[in-house]
């Protein structure tokens, strides 16, 4: 049984920075491709962030380049997502997702391509 269990969330001022986790377990996750995905209240869940499955490739949504850091541990089956200069409208529950990787794409930006999710972690930014 595939579990995905995010972590980290809370509640931040602007301008701080957390680190969320993705613990998986009941898969072969050196060989998924692992996203960050986030949803705010009223609005559709939104890419944030994947890696591929050796960690050698990332992407990132235009929104938080150059503030959140996509990374993975193979070996302790986890992966992080730094998030530093949070703004307000970061605000969301946060979760992360798996894709089995077919070696033919890096990553995947689409929600609708990955195969497991977690059930959320909320992050909130205080202004």
Known sequence: QVQLVESGGGLVQAGGSVRLSCAASGLTFSRHIMGWFRQAPGKEREFVAAIGWNGGSTVYADSVKDRFTVSRDNAENTMYLQMNNLRPEDAAVYYCA?????????????????????EGTQVSVSS
């Open 98 to 118: 798996a894709k089995w990787s077919n070696g033919v794409y890096l990553y995947y930006t689409d929600q609708y391509e990955y195969d497991y999710w977690g």
